[in-house]
T-cell receptor
Framework: LAKTTQPISMDSYEGQEVNITCSHN???????ITWYQQFPSQGPRFIIQ???TKVTNEVASLFIPADRKSSTLSLPRVSLSDTAVYYC????????????FGTGTLLAVQP | EPEVTQTPSHQVTQMGQEVILRCVPI?????FYWYRQILGQKVEFLVS????????KSEIFDDQFSVERPDGSNFTLKIRSTKLEDSAMYFC?????????????FGAGTRLSVL
């Protein structure tokens, strides 16, 4: 399973766009990149998943360069409620593979 | 939107007692998981379950732990003789198993406090 590296913490203000970058230099051909969000005392919540280029849903965008050695989660116009830990995970798309969580990025959104 | 539900939300027990944590996965999902998160630490994988048997388990999942899908809707985690270090949030997750994406959907968790 590919190891990931992401910033421990980030600060932002309401209304700003936030970009969280994750490095995964040894990503394998079959690996997908998946981001989860976790609020305190709650379970992780799936945000977005991608393989290459750009993926967008109602919550976020995921940008993946051609070499796939990194990815960037983009949260448009964050609000206070986006304060959470964001995890970047890399692994094979086929279940039942376990998810391996790192320490994630604690995003703190201020008014 | 379908969701994974876990009960109870908080369980307090005495050291050495047995506890059963309950989960109702999303109804059409085929793969089930338990994870735990000790306060301030990472989310850790415990076990995965498919077709009524364990697919994979971690080193944490020793003989004190067991899982069961007793009735086709519930998925339980039993800890036979709890230790102080078992105090943690326990999360259940499920996955469709449709072969295209390993997206796991998590419950809100059960906070286990061992006294």
């Amino acid at each position: 399973l590919a190891k990931t590296t992401q910033p421990i913490s980030m600060d932002s203000y309401e209304g700003q766009e936030v970009n969280i970058t994750c490095s995964h230099n040894n990503i394998a051909t079959n690996d997908y990149i998946t981001w989860y969000q976790q609020f305190p005392s709650q379970g992780p919540r799936f945000i977005i998943q991608g393989y290459k280029t750009k993926v967008t849903n109602e919550v976020a965008s995921l940008f993946i360069p051609a070499d796939r050695k990194s990815s960037t989660l983009s949260l448009p116009r964050v609000s206070l409620s986006d304060t959470a830990v964001y995890y970047c995970l890399v692994g094979d798309s086929l279940p039942p593979h376990k998810l391996i969580f790192g320490t994630g990025t604690l995003l703190a959104v201020q008014p | 939107e379908p969701e994974v539900t876990q009960t109870p939300s908080h369980q307090v027990t005495q050291m050495g007692q047995e506890v059963i944590l309950r989960c109702v996965p999303i109804s059409n999902h085929l793969y089930f998981y338990w994870y735990r998160q000790i306060l301030g630490q990472k989310v850790e994988f415990l076990v995965s379950f498919y077709n009524n048997e364990i697919s994979e388990k971690s080193e944490i999942f020793d003989d004190q732990f067991s899982v069961e899908r007793p009735d086709g809707s519930n998925f339980t985690l039993k800890i036979r003789s709890t230790k102080l270090e078992d105090s943690a949030m326990y999360f259940c997750a499920s996955n469709t198993g449709d072969g295209s994406k390993n997206i796991q959907y998590f419950g809100a968790g059960t906070r286990l406090s061992v006294l």
